[in-house]
Every structure is written in C-alpha cells, then in structure tokens.
C-alpha cells in the first residue's frame, strides 16, 4: 500500500518510519532530507487541500496521514474524505479542539469531563478582574493555534498577569486556569467515532532546562511506557477520552483520528489539562519505537471504519532526547554542521530528524528542535543509557539538550 503523511517533523519523520516497517511505500509532503531516508518527499503545502488530492491522485495513494495540526484545523481530512480518500484525522469540528482552549474546556464540561477550573478573559481588565477574586489561576493558555508553546505556569498571580499580557498581545484571548499538582502523563488514543484504541502512556518533558526549569517549549524529550502512574491508562481513558467522543457523536461531529489527552494525576484523580487533535511531538518518537509492529494497522483500520480488536502492544522502553539549536526557543539559529549523526545510528540508536538540512554532503541545522535521539531497551535504565550514549556522539555549534530526561 501506498501512504502519505503531511508534515516536516520529528514526529512524521517517526509516523513514516513505522509506516514504512510495515512495507509501505511512503511519501511525505513536504518531508525533509532526514525524512528522505525512509519515505520519498514531495513539494507543496500540506495544508493545501487541492494540492495534496493532487497527489493522492498522481501517486495513488491509499492513506493520507496529517502529522500537524494546521492542516487539520484548515480542513484538510472532510476535504479529501469528501473526495473518497481514506485519512486519519478529525474534520474541522473535532480540530477545534486544539485549534481553541475555550471549545475544548466547553467540550469537557458537557461530557462531564474533570478539568480544573477555568476563565475565558478576552482582554486584559478581565485578567485583573478574575485573578481578584482567584489567585490561584496561575496557569495561563492562550486561546488559539500555539505550537505547544502557548501555555505558561505563573508561580504567582503577578506572574500570571505578565504572562497573560504577552499573551493578550498576540491572541485574541486567554484562559486562567487553577494549578493542579500531580505527575503528568500523554494518553494517545486511536479513534473511529465512539470507539477507540490506546497507545501506553507517555512522558515529555516541556522546559528547556533539567530540572524543569528555562521556558516552555515544544518539549525536549520523552519516553514511553510510564511505569509509576497510580492507575491504568484504561481508566484514565474511561474518565477523559470516551466521554469526549461519545459527545461528538452525539452531537453529529463523529471524531476520527488520534486524540491526545494531556492529563495530570492528582489526589482527585486523574483530570486533563489539554487535548490535541494529533499525535505528540516528542512523545511519537519514543512510543512508535516501543511498540511491537507497526502502527499501519490502526491507522489504517481507524481511515477505512474499522479499528483492529486489540490495541498496539509494547515490545520494550524507549527513550527520545531532543537536540536544539543554540538560541532556542526564542532565536534558533540556523546553520551550524552537525556531526555524529551516523555514528550514534552505528550504536543502535534511532534519530529522527526534527529541524536539518543536508547541503555540500553535511547535515546542518533548520530549525529549532533538531533531532531527535531514541534509545531502546528491555528496561527504562537501558533505554535512557542508549539514548545518551548516543547524544555524546552527535555535535553542532550551540547545541542544547537536557540531561534528565526519564
């Protein structure tokens, strides 16, 4: 069969590996030259709906797999279904769940979903008026498209109002929400309507700095499964993803495709804090790896109306560190030559490339997040040692990565 994933990434250089382990035949728009190792890129905007049916049409594709989330918000998967082409990915409807915090913290209140508690504030003076009555909304988001950097954790209500400000000026609003405390985990479900599939639970790791200190990023590592939650992804499945998509057929707008909840495990349970219409970025870069097969099956299966019976199963741990560039997140700069890629391929590591360029026979940095470095093993403690051994063997001006990630 032939696949398409959309998207440049880390994450879809990670979707089409494991496509392509199943014996697809890949293709990525606009893919990369990372991604060019395991799937054939093709120009054009992914988030272009006539562009990519296009495609689909030239190269007779038979799954269409959108790896970001602007071309879901734009529309891309009713588009092409109108168009008889199988895709794994909500329709507009179910993008708006990460497209808006508002919508997504409307959604949860209607499906009974627990949550902390929250204010839509479109301007600053209802940021002043609703830190007045709660000072514990110190957890700032904005309300729109945020690349995963729209979220800031204020220690205090004057943190808060700085952080609502910045954000206020780039967003038509924000919410404040109450602080929850607990462990956090990603929970990845595969979805066709009402019914769903889990992948294990996920660790990533946002600051920039170990210890989780620095700015918040698009996140920095992950690893996968997580062995020290309090109860099972099952449950937390039960209480945050079933009744979101158990809402959104009801209500005529039937989801399909992966649905991220980001959730904390506090004292009252397990509650989400967000939710994305898409799989995670580190987090697919160490459960695809930690999974036995491949993930064609699911995708595939979810595309065409019919989920296989049992959920992907785990094989071993697995272990992603993100190597950024110098002057990350706020002024990455480009440019500089990475060496050692090839020799931490040689001690069984998989890198998938999140921001590089190949250009006079050297790879060098394009963006941000740069690689990102996978260790596997039959422990967490053997995966996170072959993660970092092969961190030390790949170098670049500036580079930036933590060394605690697990």
């Not at 499945?237 to 980001?262: M, S, V």
């Amino acid at each position: 069969m032939r696949a398409l994933v959309l998207g440049k990434g880390g994450r879809e250089h990670a979707l089409s590996w494991s496509l392509a382990a199943a014996g697809a035949d890949v293709f990525a728009m606009p893919g990369s030259d990372g991604i060019a190792t395991v799937a054939r890129p093709i120009a054009g905007d992914a988030a272009d709906a006539l562009q990519v049916l296009d495609q689909v049409r030239r190269l007779k594709i038979d799954l269409v797999v959108p790896g970001p989330e602007e071309p879901l918000v734009r529309g891309i998967a009713e588009d092409l279904r109108a168009q008889g082409v199988p895709v794994f990915g909500p329709d507009r409807q179910g993008a708006q769940i990460e497209a808006s915090k508002a919508y997504a913290k409307t959604l949860m209140r209607a499906a009974g979903i627990p949550t902390a508690a929250a204010s839509l504030c479109q301007d600053f003076g209802a940021v002043e008026q609703t830190l007045a009555v709660h000072p514990e909304r110190t957890v700032v988001k904005a309300d729109g498209l945020a690349a995963g950097k729209g979220v800031i954790v204020a220690e205090d209500a004057a943190g808060a109002r700085r952080a609502a400000r910045r954000l206020l000026g780039q967003y038509p609003s924000v919410l404040l929400e109450e602080r929850l405390r607990g462990p956090e985990v990603s929970l990845i479900a595969l979805c066709h309507g009402r019914d769903y599939r889990l992948l294990p639970f996920a660790r990533d790791h946002k600051r920039l700095l170990a210890g989780d200190l620095g700015p918040n990023t698009g996140g920095m590592g992950a690893f996968a499964p997580v062995l020290d939650t309090p109860v099972k992804a099952e449950e937390c499945a039960e209480r945050t993803i079933a009744p979101l998509l158990r809402l959104l057929a009801e209500r005529g707008t039937p989801y399909t495709g992966a649905l991220y909840a980001g959730l904390i495990l506090t004292e009252r349970g397990p509650m989400a804090l967000e939710y994305n219409v898409r799989f995670g970025d580190p987090e697919t870069q160490a459960l695809l790896p930690a999974l036995s097969g491949s993930i064609l099956p699911w995708l595939m299966g979810a595309a065409n109306g019919r989920l296989p019976a049992e959920s992907p199963q785990l094989a071993r741990h697995a272990l992603g560190v993100v190597l950024a560039a110098a002057g990350y997140p706020d002024e990455p700069e480009a440019g500089a030559v990475i060496r050692g890629i090839e020799d931490a391929k040689a001690a069984g590591a998989l890198v998938f490339h999140a921001g590089t360029r190949r250009q006079a026979g050297d790879w060098q940095v394009a963006g941000g997040r740069v690689l990102c470095v996978v260790g596997q093993g039959e422990t967490p403690q053997q995966a996170r040692s072959a993660a970092y051994d092969a961190v030390r063997k790949i170098s670049f001006a500036g580079a930036q990565w933590r060394d605690d990630i697990g």
